[in-house]
C-alpha cells in the first residue's frame, strides 16, 4: 500500500467494516469501479452475526470497529452491514465522529440503496429482506418515505439467512426451505411488491435461491455496485477526503477470529485468495 508522505497530507486506504464476510460483497464491487484506491477490510466474525443483537451491542461494536480502522490510518469507512448501519450510523456520525476527529468520516449502505428505489419499482411496492435488527430499526421504511412519501416498503426479517451464509450452507438443499419461507411472508404480506432490496451484505450468496423462489416480474437488487457508484460520486464531490485516500490498488484483510478460518470463507466471496491477520476489537 502507499506509505503516507510525512511532507504532505497523511493518507490511508478506505476501510470497509462487516460484522463478518458480508462486506466483502460490497468491498468486490468497490475494487471494481473504485480499482485505484487501498481497501482495508475489517470482518468482526468473533461477535457476528450482530442482526439479532441489541442496539447498544450493535453501536458499541461497530464503534470499537470504526476506531480499529481509524487507528490503522482510515480517513474513510464505509460500513459494509446494513445492521450497522441501521443501528450504529446515526450516532458514530453524530455523537462520537465530532469528539474523534471531524475530519474523518463513515458512511453506511442504507441511504445508496433507497436513493434509486423509484427508477427500479413500477408498482412503488418495494419489499426489503435483512436481519431482525435492521427491520427493527424501520431505516428502509424511515429513508424511503423521506425520498419517495408515496412508496410503500415492507420489511421482512430473514434470521437465519446469515447463519446458514456463514456456516458455509447457501448451497444447501436444507437452506431452500428457508429462503422460501421469508420470500413467501413478504410476497404475502405484500402481493404488489415488484422490487426486492437484500439489505443485508450477505445476501448476495444466496442469490441463486432467491432468484428461484422470486415471482418473475420481481427485480432483485444487490447492494455492492450501488454503494460503489454512490462513493465514487461522494468523492467527486469531496475532493478534501479523496486527496486523504492512499492509491495503491492494494487490499488488506483483519479479522477478529481465526484468520485461517476467515480465509477459506473468505476466498468464496472475493472468487481469489485472501490472507487475513487478526486483530482483537475492545
Ligand atoms: N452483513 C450484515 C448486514 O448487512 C449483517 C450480518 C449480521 O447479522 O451480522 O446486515
Redesign the pocket.
Known amino acids: 500500500m502507499a506509505e503516507a508522505d510525512a511532507s504532505a497530507i497523511s493518507v490511508g486506504p478506505v476501510g470497509v467494516f462487516?460484522?463478518?464476510y458480508?462486506?466483502l460483497t460490497i468491498l468486490r464491487e468497490l475494487r471494481k469501479i473504485l480499482p485505484e484506491y487501498d481497501y482495508l477490510y475489517l470482518g468482526d466474525n468473533a461477535r457476528?452475526?450482530?442482526?439479532s443483537r441489541s442496539f447498544e451491542i450493535i453501536y458499541r461494536y461497530t464503534l470499537e470497529a470504526v476506531k480499529e480502522l481509524f487507528s490503522r490510518g482510515c480517513h474513510l469507512v464505509i460500513l459494509a452491514?446494513?445492521?450497522a448501519s441501521a443501528k450504529a450510523l446515526r450516532t458514530i456520525q453524530q455523537k462520537d465522529l465530532p469528539a474523534i476527529d471531524p475530519a474523518r468520516r463513515v458512511l453506511g449502505v442504507i441511504r445508496p440503496t433507497v436513493e434509486i428505489l423509484d427508477d427500479v419499482s413500477r408498482s412503488g411496492h418495494v419489499g426489503v429482506l435483512?436481519?431482525p435488527?435492521?427491520v427493527a430499526s424501520h431505516s428502509y421504511q424511515i429513508e424511503t418515505v423521506k425520498l419517495f412519501p408515496e412508496m410503500r416498503v415492507t420489511e421482512q426479517a430473514c434470521p437465519l439467512w446469515?447463519p446458514i451464509v456463514e456456516n458455509s450452507e447457501a448451497d444447501s438443499d436444507g437452506a431452500d426451505f428457508f429462503v422460501k419461507k421469508y420470500i413467501d411472508a413478504l410476497m404475502t404480506e405484500d402481493p404488489e411488491v415488484d422490487t426486492f432490496v437484500l439489505g443485508?451484505?450477505?445476501y448476495p450468496l444466496l442469490i441463486e435461491k432467491i432468484r428461484k423462489y422470486a415471482p418473475d416480474h420481481v427485480r432483485i437488487l444487490e447492494q455492492g455496485r450501488l454503494v460503489a457508484e454512490s462513493l465514487k460520486d461522494y468523492l467527486r464531490r469531496h475532493p478534501e477526503m479523496d486527496i486523504r485516500l492512499s492509491r495503491g490498488g492494494g487490499v488488506e484483510y483483519l479479522t477478529s477470529e481465526n484468520p485461517d478460518k476467515f480465509d477459506a470463507l473468505a476466498s468464496v466471496f472475493t472468487h481469489h485468495p485472501v490472507k487475513s491477520t487478526r486483530c482483537t476489537l475492545d
Open positions: 462487516d460484522s463478518g458480508g462486506g457476528a452475526p450482530y442482526g452491514c446494513n445492521t435483512a436481519t435488527g435492521t446469515v443485508c451484505t450477505h
